[in-house]
């Protein structure tokens, strides 16, 4: 399959850091999307990246993706508490028309 | 805010039975899915529908499992006879065209005893 495989699987860091997550696919893709899940809930929709760019921003939120390289990388800045949660990458291969999910990366957000 | 609403929240069911898992998508989006998360294997990629008409549903298990959708307002997933390796979370997502942001909602949690 084509799923995307984020690095870390689990990140703790202190309120007020950075945290980057890592997302690598195997094919080409016409975009990449990435979503957050808090315990026992649904996933929500974070930002969504089109393979014709190469970075894009939303709050404190930057994506990146290298299609050369087939990865993405997705940064929260200043983190808070409340970004505690499972991230996750996704990826639609061309021509396959579903949405494919990596394993995620568990963020944990120290006050 | 419109939302995906799946029922029921939870489910614990002896293994043999039948299992209904139901999901309302957002009026108007043309496109459902289904997943199934554990621990172990992830987000798995169960079917997905667009404007009703099956897709793919390959990533199901065919013997047991199957999935609908009698009218725009519902999509149903259900699993007969369920076994104890079918215990995991259900999501119903949709979207509004191929390959848009999707929508979840909050699952079906399935315990098979």
């Known amino acids: 399959s084509q799923q995307g495989e984020e690095d870390p699987q689990a990140l703790s860091i202190q309120e007020g850091e950075n945290a980057t997550m890592n997302c690598s696919y195997k094919?080409?893709?016409?975009?990449l999307q990435w979503y957050r899940q808090n315990s026992g809930r649904g996933l929500v929709h974070l930002i969504l990246?089109?393979?014709?760019?190469r970075e894009k921003h939303s709050g404190r939120l930057r994506v990146t993706l290298d299609t050369s390289k087939k990865s993405s990388s997705l940064l929260i800045t200043a983190s808070r508490a409340a970004d505690t949660a499972s991230y996750f990458c996704?990826?639609?291969?061309?021509?396959?028309?579903?949405?494919?999910f990596g394993q995620g990366t568990r963020l944990t957000i120290n006050p | 805010d419109a939302r995906v609403t799946q029922t029921p929240r939870h489910k614990v069911t002896e293994m043999g039975q039948e299992v209904t898992m139901r999901c309302q998508p957002i009026?108007?989006?043309?496109?459902v899915f289904w997943y199934r998360q554990t621990m172990m294997q992830g987000l798995e990629l169960l079917a997905y529908f667009r404007n009703r008409a099956p897709l793919d549903d390959s990533g199901m298990p065919k013997d047991r499992f199957s999935a609908e959708m009698p009218d725009a307002t519902l999509a149903t997933l259900k699993i007969q006879p369920s076994e104890p390796r079918d215990s995991a979370v259900y999501f119903c997502?949709?979207?509004?065209?191929?390959?848009?942001?999707?929508?979840f909602g909050n699952g079906t949690r399935l315990t098979v005893t």
């Open positions: 990246i089109r393979s014709n760019e």
């Open positions: 997502a949709s979207g509004l065209w191929d390959y848009s942001p999707l929508h």
């Open positions: 996704a990826t639609d291969a061309k021509g396959a028309q579903k949405l494919v």
């Open positions: 094919t080409s893709i016409n975009n």
């Open positions: 009026l108007g989006h043309n496109t």
